[in-house]
């Protein structure tokens, strides 16, 4: 069965780092747009970060621009999301997901999150004192 499997999640301190992971089964993620979504309790699910399959060319929300790095390693079959200079805010649970198409949709919006075809369960992250 196709599965997506996050892992990296734990808790560090305000300005520390953390890389969190998203390994393809039965699946090569190498074909797919990749997405990275974080949520928190009584919010919607934000889309922060997407790799495109054609060209690896990536797509950053706001929030996290300049802080985080979306990365593929086709030898692992995996999607990296390196988080640097982590904040309270950024604490959530955070997901990964594909649609199927080669291209990211830049504005990583609710529409687009709408159209993924496959979910992680999540890894959470805490950052706290």
């Known amino acids: 069965q196709v599965q997506l499997v996050e892992s990296g999640g734990g808790s560090v301190q305000p300005g520390g780092s953390l890389t969190l992971s998203c390994k393809a089964e039965h699946f090569t993620l190498r074909y797919w747009a990749t997405g990275w979504f974080r949520q928190t309790p009584g919010k919607e699910r934000e889309g922060i970060s997407c790799?495109?399959?054609?060209?690896?060319?990536?797509f950053y929300a706001d929030p996290v621009k300049g802080r985080f790095t979306i990365i593929r390693d086709n030898a692992n079959n995996s999607v990296y999301l390196q988080m640097d200079r982590l904040k309270p805010e950024d604490t959530a649970d955070y997901f990964c997901?594909?649609?199927?198409?080669?291209?990211?949709?830049?504005?990583?919006?609710?529409?687009?999150?709408?159209?993924?075809?496959?979910w992680g369960k999540g890894t959470p992250v805490t950052v706290s004192p």
């Open positions: 997901a594909i649609d199927q198409t080669e291209v990211c949709q830049p504005k990583l919006d609710a529409t687009w999150r709408a159209g993924m075809t496959y």
């Open positions: 790799i495109n399959s054609r060209d690896d060319s990536t």
